[in-house]
């Protein structure tokens, strides 16, 4: 159902305030809950430095951005008076250097100098009620939403980071754009248009509107791109649901993945299997497995009215802020099914894998005793190849056992989790499927085009 036009005005961003106010009645947070610390009032947005060490947080009902210890989760630095009412979002540049903190009742972003703790400046982000931000991953320019709470349409804004010069006019998107999202090659931004149920899609380079809107679920707010860009996630906040967009066709596929009740923002894991979703009516956290939209374990029980997400370099913890009791908490990120490396360059069974202890064992002794120390890449393909398509790119992995010569492939060694050897640059990408599920594989590097023999993995399962 959407929200009356007459409440539209300020709609999913006061339902944190609702819940603190306790105009709305919530479920008891469970049991299960690590580490709280405190936090400002109402925090909204939440950021994580690539070291993994700082987080900050954006306080909707002050002027302050909090400085937390990640392993503490207590203060590392005074509240940073960023002197804009309604610190909403936070981005944290590439390098760590600068976070940027959207002020939503102030039309403008905050400028934090990271190492100092202080606020460097602030630019107009020429428009009202500016809400998500994302920073391209070169650390040059922002992409910011602005709601436009009175025009039937809100407006999406780049500005160069280093000044906050704008680059071209703002861009018209729907009504009331809350997230906005961008490939990994930075080609196109994703934006969530909260009170139209559509998301639009924005070609970066022309600074235009691809295509129609993309007719989603009931209020869609957070949106994350899949780490190879393949496709989008959007929560839908009043379906209680995710919509999954293909960026080939830029149509929604499949069937809404039902999650916990009112999703709002979202984050991907480093390595981009997981997807951590806050629901902030039953204050749960839901995992999301990429590979095959498949929710993964029971919710993770967190605080009042969970909104934003960060997630560790390492993909161990997760940090969630409460806005509906002024914390930030973190949890336990559940196993991500990939195979781990160990200090010592060794391969072992992959965490959540359905081996044995035994035999684990082995295979991990094994591939320690063959485990080469030249760097190398290997790779893996769906698990037992089930669904795997032409075009799928394979995700590139450490390897266990490599014999390259002159950059080209080797003929691989078949192993348990389905392995074998590339060079450490380029990417493999399917090009035949067989009837039995064999795969070809072609080697994609500057100037290059190898192809591997067929080979059936085999054993490593989800």
Known sequence: MKVPTKFAAQSLRLFAAALVTGALTLA????????????????????????GGTLYVANAEQTTVSVVNTSTLQPAHAPIDIQALSPFEVAISPDGSRAYVTASAGSEVVVIDTSTNTKLT???????????????????????TNSEFNSPSGTLVILRASDGVKVGGPITVGYVPERVALTPDGAFAYVTNTLDDTVSVVNTATRAVVGSPIAVGDGPYGIAVARDGS????????????????????????????????????????????????????NTVSVVRVADNKVVGGPIPVGKAPYDI????????GYVTNSGDNTVQS?????????????NGCVTAPS???????????????????????????????????????GDVVTRMPTLRCKTSAGRLSKPHKLSYGYWCSKAQG?????QVSKNQRIRVTWSAPGTSVYSPYVKTRTYTT
Do not use: E, W
């Open 122 to 144: 602030q630019y107009s982000t020429h428009g009202s009620y500016p809400s998500g931000i994302a920073v391209t991953s070169d650390g040059q320019y922002l992409f910011i």
């Open 331 to 343: 949890f336990t990120a559940p196993p991500n099914y990939l195979p781990q490396t160990a200090a």
């Open 231 to 282: 496709k989008v996630y959007v929560s839908n906040s009043n379906a209680n649901t995710l919509s999954v967009i293909s960026t080939v066709t830029n149509k929604v596929v499949g069937s809404p993945i039902v999650v916990g009740n009112g999703p709002v923002d979202m984050s991907l894991s480093p390595n981009g299997s997981q997807l951590f979703v806050a629901n902030s009516k039953s």
């Open 310 to 317: 960060a997630v560790s370099p390492n993909g161990a913890t």
């Open 352 to 390: 959540g894998s359905r081996l044995s202890a035994n035999r684990s064992t082995r295979l991990a002794k094994a591939n320690c005793r063959t485990a080469q120390t030249k760097k190398k890449v290997g790779v893996r393909i769906r698990a037992n190849n089930r669904g795997t398509q032409r």
């Open 427 to 431: 990417s493999l990408v399917v090009t």
């Open 28 to 51: 008891n947070p469970g049991a299960g809950h690590a580490a709280v610390g405190p936090v400002g009032h109402l925090p909204i947005g939440i950021g994580i430095t690539p070291d």
